[in-house]
């Protein structure tokens, strides 16, 4: 990280695109595991990846760094994420860490979106959560983190 330690969220975010995925994913009603059971306080997880991603990195240094990071934001913000895009994303995370994967706590895990986007980011991930059935429904599903670990994108 440079001296000023500035990170990529503090300047920039595509708010709207990241609106758009998200209302999208709160619409769903089947055929991901987030719908198993229905957690109110859960963050979306393209909200959440974006946070986490935007967290680790540090901001643009130049215009032409900028429209790079945009551009990569809006591709690891969406359901979808293409190709070599997240596999992108965790090296720049490594990159910006020395090369070890940093550790991400979230200690009001809450449906988990934070610990699982940090997980499918290359870090180390912990999640505390109070109550055990958030603890039940999102964060240990038997094959979560074989899932995470398999792929950068599901399908609906
Ligand atoms: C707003 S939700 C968390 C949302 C989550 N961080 C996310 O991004 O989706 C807050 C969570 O904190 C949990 N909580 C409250 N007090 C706690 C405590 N003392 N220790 C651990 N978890 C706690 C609640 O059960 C609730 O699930």
Not at 14 to 21: C, F, G, L, Q, V
Not at 121 to 146: D, H, K, M, T
Request: some cysteine.
């Amino acid at each position: 990280m440079p001296n000023n330690d500035r990170r990529l969220i503090e300047d920039l975010i595509p708010i709207r695109e990241i609106s758009a995925e998200a209302s999208r994913e709160k619409s769903l009603r089947h055929g991901n595991i987030s719908t198993l059971h229905l957690w109110w306080a859960r963050r979306p997880i393209v909200a959440a990846r974006a946070a986490v991603y935007g967290a680790l990195v540090p901001a643009p240094t130049d215009a032409k760094e900028r429209e790079t990071y945009m551009a990569r934001m809006r591709k690891l913000c969406s359901w979808d994420i293409p190709n070599g895009v997240l596999e992108q994303a965790r090296k720049d995370i490594l990159e910006a860490n020395g090369g070890k994967p940093p550790r991400v706590l979230d200690m009001f895990a809450g449906g988990g979106s934070i610990p699982l986007e940090a997980l499918r980011l290359g870090c180390e991930s912990y999640a505390v959560e109070l109550n055990p059935v958030a603890q039940e429904i999102w964060l240990f599903p038997r094959g979560r983190r074989e899932e995470v670990g398999r792929m950068g994108h599901r399908t609906r």
